[in-house]
């Protein structure tokens, strides 16, 4: 009867200490204290003295503020540079000039359909109370994708299956690249084949130039390996773009 007691008292919130006081001193008090199960910081009262409640009422949210979580969206289309236990960086328009580290933890397994965004929660240290609940912020995500090509976005042409930039042979004279793309990094996209360091791409007026190919050919398309065109009007060409750089997001 004695253990069943004790069992009883658990089960109403008591600690060990208060049982055993209990039975030490052979009274009863008419109140009692109920002690948080968690340590930390209360968030919110939701109770005055004197209220009856029911069981499984909230009278405190109590939180444990040392470390809080950082919830990011994500979008789907740079969800493979994220992996969980990478560092993350957070800058806040309270502290500005200033950025906190984190550890990607968990990335959630569903994605939403309207934003095409996936959430990313990371863990970051309170800092001294220096970060609260409920603030807002930029969450910078890094990858490191060693060195390689990059051509501006406006270089490529996205037709089906194809991606097409045109490289330039001589003056004035361009020939269509099918090429692979990778990853993208700000408005230029990592090369994976199709072309080489130094080649000279067609950086802006692309389109122009595949469309003149098409008359000139008679084909519906330009995308033709060996084929070279002498575009009328002059367009910008690069070769800054296709040197060894480093690349990260």
């Known amino acids: 009867m004695i253990e069943a007691s004790k069992k009883k008292l658990e089960l109403f919130g008591l600690t060990a200490n208060q049982i055993e006081e209990i039975k030490n001193s052979g009274k009863i008090n008419l109140t009692l204290t109920y002690y948080s199960p968690?340590?930390?910081?209360?968030?919110?009262?939701?109770?005055?003295?004197?209220?009856?409640?029911?069981?499984?009422?909230?009278?405190?949210?109590?939180?444990e503020l040392s470390t809080l979580w950082n919830i990011a969206e994500v979008n789907e289309s740079d969800l493979s540079t994220v992996k969980v236990g990478s560092n993350v960086k957070l800058k806040l328009k309270a502290y500005p000039g200033e950025e906190f580290t984190g550890k990607v933890s968990f990335i959630y397994p569903v994605i939403n359909p309207q934003t095409r965004t996936v959430k990313v929660r990371s863990e970051f240290s309170s800092q001294n109370n220096k970060l609260k609940p409920q603030m807002y912020g930029e969450t910078i995500f890094s990858a490191d994708a060693g060195k390689g090509l990059l051509v501006p976005a406006d270089a490529i042409i996205f037709s089906g299956n194809n991606n097409v930039v045109w490289v330039k042979t001589s003056e004035g004279m361009f020939e269509a690249h099918n090429i692979e793309i990778g990853q993208k990094f700000g408005d230029k996209y990592q090369i994976l084949s199709g072309l080489k360091e130094g080649d000279e791409v067609a950086e802006s007026g692309?389109?122009?130039?595949?469309?003149?190919?098409?008359?000139?050919?008679?084909?519906?398309?330009?995308?033709?390996h060996g084929t070279e065109l002498n575009p009328t009007d002059k367009k910008k060409s690069s070769s800054d773009n296709m040197e060894g750089t480093d690349m990260s997001k």
């Open 206 to 224: 692309g389109f122009l130039i595949d469309s003149e190919s098409q008359l000139k050919t008679g084909m519906p398309t330009g995308h033709q």
């Open 38 to 63: 968690i340590s930390g910081t209360v968030i919110e009262k939701k109770v005055q003295e004197g209220m009856y409640v029911s069981e499984g009422t909230a009278i405190y949210e109590v939180a």
